[in-house]
């Protein structure tokens, strides 16, 4: 009789997990895995909106400096129209003091056009800034360097038309003659791999 309930005993304590008592496991973990996951993932992609802030600065920063240049290397000191041959000024009021003065840069030398340094602190008008490409390290305006390991800075400009046709891309006038009208593109590449684009107009007034 004693080796009976000896025997019923040592069944009773062998057996496994009821199948409640899996499902509640299961439960239990996946509660704990929905908590987890979204906090080990915010973890993981914290820097990211400082990445991309650096990189929108970066962006901003240089149209900012773009944009506060002449037009041309042979705009007036004060601004005025010269001669591409778009202006309204320029075919039907060729006399008046605001008519165009010089000729425009042709498109086949859009960059820079400085004398030797050509260094961005010499910079004087929109289109020296043309194929400017940076990655890694960078310099403001005033040669100042800072190194920014996984950025790409890059800078296009071209002539687009600026009479009857809408500006887009659509009118790129990139291997044409000079018009009234350039597109600024500054294009910056995170470490993220992601790309923003600033554009901008400037125009022959």
Same mark, same amino acid.
């Given at each position: ?10 069944? !009773? ?16 973990? /996946?509660?704990? =895995? ?10 993981? !992609? ?23 240049? &002449? ?6 000191? +004060?601004?005025?129209?010269? *001669?591409? /041959?778009?202006?309204?000024? @320029? ?11 010089? %000729? =425009? ?23 020296? #800034? ?10 403001? @305006? ?7 390991? /996984? #950025? $790409? $800075? @890059? ?8 009479? %009857? ?9 990139? +291997? +044409? ?19 923003? &684009?600033?554009? =901008?107009?400037? *125009?022959?007034?």
């Amino acid at each position: 009789m004693e080796a009976e309930i000896f025997t019923k005993k040592t069944s !009773h304590h062998s057996r496994g997990f009821t199948l409640i008592e899996i499902v509640i496991t299961i439960v239990i973990l /996946g509660t704990v =895995a929905g908590i987890l996951v979204p906090f080990f993932s915010a973890i993981t !992609h914290s820097p990211d909106p400082v990445i991309r802030e650096r990189a929108i600065s970066l962006g901003q920063a240089m149209m900012d400096e773009i944009m506060a240049k &002449r037009w041309d290397e042979n705009s007036p000191m +004060g601004g005025g129209p010269i *001669c591409t /041959g778009e202006s309204p000024n @320029q075919v039907t009021r060729p006399t008046l003091i605001d008519a165009c003065v010089t %000729t =425009a840069t042709p498109t086949a030398n859009l960059g820079p056009n400085e004398t030797i340094p050509e260094i961005r602190i010499n910079f004087d008008d929109v289109d020296d #800034y043309n194929g400017i490409d940076e990655t890694d390290n960078f310099t403001d @305006q005033n040669g100042a360097a800072s190194n920014l390991p /996984g #950025y $790409r $800075r @890059q800078v296009a400009v071209r002539y687009i038309a600026s009479t %009857t046709n809408t500006i887009d891309q659509t009118t790129d006038n990139a +291997g +044409g003659n000079t018009t009234d009208t350039k597109l600024v593109v500054v294009t910056i590449t995170s470490p993220l791999s992601e790309i923003f &684009r600033f554009v =901008a107009v400037s *125009c022959n007034i």
